[in-house]
């Protein structure tokens, strides 16, 4: 069985440019949430798709956005980037139920932002 | 207050040793509490969750919950060198879905 697939897996972008970030679930799960790690905030929670609805997000700005597609594939879009969003991007896969506590990580795509 | 707080260590031990890694937190509402495992460049791999207070065991892992300390832990026992890795202790409950991660504890198990 695959696992959750993230790409790419490096990012360099300049400051004011946009990105996008793609997010391949296991086969089978519905929900696909979004994390930014970084040293010195940790794991932190930007948004959870479930069945192409945004079912839960965290407290990012208007910046951060993703969508989920109907074969739950998922991106992520940063706008106006800013030195600060470099950070490792962790996509996790989960079937959606049991409130998502079996839910497996991508490689995570590392973004510098210069 | 940080809903969880996690002691970032870093922790070194001798191998053969057992590894004690806790977090508290502060929210009521978790119900679920899960432990990840991160080696350097990887994304988090979940070693396992449990739900009430007590204990769960997988092989040399052993997940503790009490829930009216709110005080969770992970032993592992005859620690190995490739278990050398940041341990993330993660919490779900409520009304939404979403995890919410302690900042992680650095351990390097030295052979």
């Known amino acids: 069985k695959a696992g959750v697939t993230q790409t790419p897996r490096y990012l360099i972008k300049t400051r004011g440019q946009q990105v996008t970030l793609s997010c391949s679930p296991i086969?089978?799960?519905?929900?696909v949430s979004w994390y930014q790690q970084t040293p010195g905030q940790g794991l932190q929670f930007l948004f959870e798709?479930?069945?192409?609805?945004?079912?839960n997000k965290g407290n990012f700005p208007g910046r951060f956005s993703g969508r989920q597609f109907s074969n739950s594939r998922s991106e992520m879009n940063v706008s106006t980037l800013e030195l600060g969003d470099s950070a490792l991007y962790l996509c996790?896969?989960?079937?959606?139920?049991?409130?998502?506590?079996?839910?497996?990580f991508g490689q995570g795509t590392r973004l510098t932002v210069v | 207050q940080k809903e969880v707080e996690q002691d970032p260590g870093p922790l070194s031990v001798p191998e053969g040793a057992i590894v004690s890694l806790n977090c508290t937190y502060s929210?009521?509402?978790?119900?679920?509490f899960m432990w990840y495992r991160q080696y350097s460049r990887k994304g988090p791999e979940l070693l396992m969750y449990?739900?009430?207070?007590g204990n769960k065991e997988d092989g040399r892992f052993t997940a503790q919950v009490d829930k009216s300390s709110k005080y969770i832990s992970l032993f592992i026992r005859d620690s190995q060198p490739s278990d050398s890795a940041t341990y993330l202790c993660?919490?779900?409950?409520?009304?939404?879905?979403?995890?919410?991660f302690g900042k992680g504890t650095l351990l390097t198990v030295n052979p």
């Open positions: 996790a896969s989960s079937s959606g139920g049991q409130m998502n506590t079996e839910a497996f």
């Open positions: 086969s089978g799960h519905r929900s």
């Open positions: 798709y479930f069945s192409e609805t945004q079912r």
């Open positions: 929210n009521s509402a978790f119900q679920y």
């Open positions: 449990t739900y009430s207070s």
């Open positions: 993660a919490m779900v409950g409520g009304s939404n879905y979403k995890l919410t």
